[in-house]
Each structure stands twice: as structure tokens, then as C-alpha cells.
């Protein structure tokens, strides 16, 4: 009876602590929903890479939602990057912060309770050059006068007339910045995204509106992110967008609704918008889980080939090992909120590591196998409220030492790609932990 007694207090919150807890939590959030609509000077957020081939760099960065019960630390300290024009897979369980990371690269964890809360996500971005009042700076087309001197070209009434871009909106004057998202206020935000990182989620269904025809939604995109584009042109650039994901009637789809479409279909259609605006860098969570196999197959093709014509990167998030060693160039292994190993894909597929890694790959049905039963991994992930200061693997590993209950690992640089945080290979190689760093 006394042993239930304690059991419960370890679960149960009482009402002054729930009372305190809900205190602190809207403290906290003031603070942070106050710096995102600041109005924040470039220098508070521009900054550098720390290596120059990165399109982004996660550094430390926690996110944590503030919730009644306590503060879950989705993301708990994530560092690593996507070098230009690769694909970076990011795995794990579900419910180990995969998505909340790509939220917060995004700035669309779900707030007030979701907050980034620090840490750093550097991303390389063509940001628009400003003038002393803050507007944006058009280029103009230009023409040489009788001297040879380059003036402005001017309309019929006089006027200067704006060049445009190769999508057909108004060109603006722009330069490239390394900007930290993280520190980044909301008005900031708005112009990047969509515009130079685009998402695809798991469930086209939920993202696209039933009500509007899938060119109204295409058409809606391009007009809010493509400025000063015409409506003749909109419609041409979704057209062509729905043609570049293989759709073989674009005109036919273009009006069709959400509904008249097979989930592969709807899949496409969200993969077009995302790649309305040309963007660098495409995150997909999940991007085949809710489609069956064959189908599967096809869209995970579909963003191979897209990522050649675009010359983009791509952060794909998957729990299906079998997707990321189709598609990534390097792999991110996170467990409960922080990564345990990362390398490239050959790293990961051929030598894990981590024996969680180990474990994930057990897990994956094989055809060249027989088996009866499929490998699954012994037990629970640590309750996110109250995380272990030890190694958070521990109670599942099969390979636990007396080290283990120690501090948590650090990170052993095995070779110059592939690092993993794990006593295991902290006794082997007789190294010191090293200190986080980014790395591909
Ligand atoms: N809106 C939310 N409110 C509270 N907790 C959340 C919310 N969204 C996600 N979480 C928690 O954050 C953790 C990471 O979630 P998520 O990133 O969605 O996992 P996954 O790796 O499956 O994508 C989970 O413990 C989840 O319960
Ligand atoms: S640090 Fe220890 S408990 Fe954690 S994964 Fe490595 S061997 Fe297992
Ligand atoms: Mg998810």
C-alpha cells in the first residue's frame, strides 16, 4: 500500500504544484511571444555559418512546450546540418522531436506553448535589400542614352518600369545573409518562408483546403509569395508546377477539388506547392506515410528527381530507415529529443553504432530473411517531463554499463562523418568526449 502511495506522488501533480507550474509557464511564454513580435534590427539576427557548405546549421537548440503537467523538452540540445544541395534524413521514433525540429526551422511550433527557447538555426537566405524607410528596393530595366550613360527605361506615360524575375514577380534588389531563425521576429520569418524553405507534410488531406479548387490553392501560393506577378502568369507557373510533379492533365487537376484526388495525387499537388517559389531548401516529414507502397515509391522518385531539377537540399523526416537509405546523403538518428548519432548514409547502414541505431535497424523488415517475428525494441522512451540525466537509452540498452548511469554521453568523433554519443565507443577508442559541433 505505501509503495502505491509514492508511486502515485511520482505521477500525480498536486494542485498547488500544477498552480505553480502554470505560473511559471505563462511567465515564460510572455517572454517569448514579446521577442517574436519586437521589432528587431538585422543585426540582432544576421550571422555567419560556421562552414561555408551548409545551407543550414541546428546548433544546441531546445524547444520546449510549456504544458500544464510540465515542461516536455521536445528538442533538447540538436545540433547538425545540411550541407548544400544534399539530403539530409532525419529518423527516429515516433514522438523523439523530429517534427518540432522541423517546426522550429519552419517558426510554426505550435505556439503559445511551443517556444524555441535557444540555440541557434543558421540558414543561408537571399534576403530583400531594404531602404532607409524599411521598403523593398525594385530593379529597374535600364537603356543607354545618346552618350552610352545606362537611365532608367521608361513606359509610355513616363514611368520607370520594374524589371522581372524569372517568376515573373517584381525584382527586387536582394542580398545573400546567413540569418539565425531562431532569433529571428515573426515579420522577419514571413519572408522566407514558403519563399526559401517550403514543407510537406504527411497528411496532404489536413494541408490542403477542401472547399478551393487545387488551382485556387496553387494560384493563392504564387500571389502571396511571388510579388507584383500577374494572374495570367500565376496560373502558367502552377500549370507548369503541377506538369514538373508528373501530373498528366494539369490543366484537368487545376480545377479539380481536394477530393476528386487519389492520395498519391494529393501528395503531388503539395510537393507542386511547395516548389512554386523556386525554394533552397525542401523539409519533408513524413512525405510517403500515409500512402501505400507503390505509391510510395513513386513520390519518394518524384523528390529525387525534383531535387536535381531544382538544385536544391532536402531535410527529409521519416521513422522508416528503408526511406532514408533510398534517399539521404547523410543520416541524423535522434532519440528523445536529441540526436545519439549521425554520419553519412553508408556510416549509418554499414556501420551504426549507437545501440539504438543498431536496434532501428534490426526492427526493418528485410526480403532477404525469413523470420517469424520482427525485432522490436525493448521499452518505453523516458517520459519527456522528466528526462534521466543519464544516458536516456539506458533502461532499453542491452549493452548498458556501469558508466551509463553517469553523466549523459558525449559525443565521440569515430571517424571525420560519423559521430555517436555513447560510452561504448568512449572506452573503445580511449578518447574524451568531445564537445558538440556541427557536422554534415
Ligand atoms: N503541441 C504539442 N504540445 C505538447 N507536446 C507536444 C506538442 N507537439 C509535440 N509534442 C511533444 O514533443 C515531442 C516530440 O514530438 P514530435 O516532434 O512530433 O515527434 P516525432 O519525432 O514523432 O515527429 C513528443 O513528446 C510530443 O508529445
Ligand atoms: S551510453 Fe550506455 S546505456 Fe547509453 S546507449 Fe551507450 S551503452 Fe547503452
Ligand atoms: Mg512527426
Redesign the pocket.
Known amino acids: 500500500m505505501a509503495e502505491n502511495k509514492s508511486d502515485k506522488k511520482q505521477h500525480y501533480i498536486t494542485r498547488k504544484e500544477s498552480r505553480q507550474i502554470a505560473k511559471e509557464n505563462s511567465k515564460a511564454i510572455r517572454r517569448f511571444e514579446k521577442a517574436k513580435k519586437r521589432k528587431a534590427r538585422p543585426e540582432e539576427y544576421v550571422t555567419e555559418m560556421k562552414d561555408e557548405n551548409n545551407i543550414v546549421e541546428f546548433e544546441d537548440l531546445h524547444t520546449y512546450?510549456f504544458?500544464d503537467a510540465g515542461t516536455?523538452k521536445?528538442v533538447n540540445g540538436v545540433t547538425f546540418s545540411v550541407p548544400a544541395g544534399s539530403t539530409v534524413g532525419v529518423v527516429?521514433?515516433?514522438?523523439?522531436?523530429?517534427?518540432?525540429?522541423s517546426l522550429s526551422l519552419m517558426r510554426l511550433v505550435?505556439a503559445p506553448?511551443?517556444q524555441i527557447v535557444s540555440g541557434s538555426i543558421r540558414f543561408r537566405a537571399d534576403m530583400f535589400k531594404r531602404d532607409s524607410r524599411g521598403r523593398k528596393i525594385p530593379v529597374y530595366e535600364t537603356e543607354l542614352d545618346e552618350n552610352g550613360n545606362e537611365v532608367p527605361k521608361l513606359d509610355s506615360r513616363g514611368k520607370k518600369i520594374v524589371k522581372k524575375n524569372e517568376l515573373g514577380g517584381t525584382m527586387f534588389e536582394m542580398e545573400r545573409q546567413v540569418v539565425d531563425i531562431a532569433k529571428m521576429p515573426t515579420d522577419a520569418m514571413r519572408t522566407i518562408r514558403g519563399r526559401e524553405i517550403s514543407m510537406i507534410f504527411q497528411e496532404p488531406m489536413t494541408s490542403l483546403n477542401p472547399v478551393f479548387t487545387i488551382g485556387n490553392q496553387l494560384d493563392e501560393v504564387g500571389r502571396l509569395h511571388i510579388e507584383g506577378i500577374s494572374k495570367e502568369r500565376v496560373k502558367e507557373r502552377s500549370i507548369e508546377m503541377l506538369k514538373l510533379v508528373g501530373i498528366a492533365d494539369p490543366e484537368g487537376v487545376y480545377k479539380k477539388y481536394p477530393h476528386e484526388l487519389s492520395g498519391g495525387m494529393r501528395q503531388r499537388v503539395m510537393i507542386a506547392i511547395a516548389l512554386l517559389c523556386n525554394p533552397k531548401l525542401i523539409v519533408a516529414?513524413e512525405p510517403t506515410t500515409a500512402l501505400d507502397v507503390t505509391i510510395q515509391a513513386q513520390i519518394l522518385d518524384l523528390l529525387r528527381e525534383i531535387k536535381g531539377k531544382i538544385n536544391g537540399s532536402i531535410m527529409l523526416?521519416t521513422?522508416d530507415l528503408g526511406v532514408v537509405a533510398e534517399m539521404a546523403d547523410y543520416v541524423v538518428v535522434?532519440y528523445a529529443?536529441k540526436v545519439i548519432e549521425m554520419g553519412t548514409a553508408e556510416d549509418i547502414f554499414d556501420r551504426p553504432l549507437h545501440p539504438y541505431t543498431i536496434g532501428l535497424q534490426k526492427s526493418k523488415p528485410t526480403v532477404d530473411q525469413v523470420t517469424d517475428e520482427l525485432y522490436c525494441i525493448p521499452g518505453f522512451v523516458p517520459n519527456?517531463i522528466n528526462m534521466p540525466n543519464y544516458c536516456y537509452f539506458r533502461d532499453r540498452c542491452d549493452k548498458c554499463m556501469e558508466k551509463c548511469s553517469g553523466e549523459y554521453p558525449g559525443y565521440v568523433q569515430v571517424t571525420p562523418t560519423h559521430k555517436v554519443a555513447c560510452y561504448l565507443y568512449q572506452s573503445q577508442l580511449n578518447e574524451e568526449p568531445v564537445k558538440e559541433e556541427t557536422n554534415g
Request: charged letters at 15%; one cysteine or more; glycine letters at 22%.
Open positions: 512546450f504544458s516536455v521536445a527516429g521514433e515516433s514522438g523523439c522531436g523530429k517534427s518540432v525540429t505550435q506553448s511551443g516529414d523526416i521513422h535522434m529529443g519527456p
